[in-house]
């Protein structure tokens, strides 16, 4: 019988085979779209017998949630690390960049699932966005402690975290693993430039007069 997915072992060796078949899955939704993958798709790419496949996954929505669930965790762990670390908001903000990238573009090989969250039911949706709207306030704080230490120009610490995440999830939906740069070097320029945008506060008046 299977298992609800509340009830599921957590042994860290039915984690392991669950995102093994995400990253399986994730070629699968890069290939046919998420809305038209089915779950034979998914299973055939795993190479795995379709039962086989339901024993982890009861339908592509709880391949959706168990994305989003476990990249999420593994966000909101990395940034209240970065926290009780403290350090500069510089370091911090590309720390957390980093993590993020190299969980979605490595960990999850890019997962098409993690941006269709919305196709979600609603009660798993929920969840989802508290989650989002966590990690999103612990972006925030770095971007807003940058700005009152003047280590970030000024600016509007929502708007600019709004963007950062719309970039950097924006990702997922041209990355791939066999291309010609990998995870780690496109998480390391993504992170490089958008901490960058923020430090950088445009021409200061000592080089305006500089150039008289």
Known sequence: MVQSLNGRSNSARVLRRRLEIL???AAAFRREGFERAAMRDIAQSAELTPGALYYYFRNKQEILYFCQDYSLDRMIEEGALIRRLKGPPDAQ????????????????????????????????LRKVVLKRDKYER?????????VRTRVFRKC??????????????WTIKWFRPDGARGADEIAREFADY????????????KSKVARR
Do not use: W, Y
């Open 93 to 124: 903000l590309r720390r957390l960049i980093l993590a993020q990238m190299t969980c979605m573009l490595d960990e999850l090989r890019g997962s098409a699932a993690h941006a269709e969250f919305s196709a979600l039911p609603p009660r798993l």
């Open 138 to 146: 612990m972006m925030r704080a770095i971007v807003s402690r940058g």
């Open 194 to 205: 958008l901490v960058r945008g923020l430090k950088s506060g445009g021409v200061t008046r």
């Open 23 to 25: 990253r399986f899955a």
């Open 156 to 169: 509007d610490p929502k708007l600019v975290t709004l963007a950062m995440l719309g970039a950097i999830n």
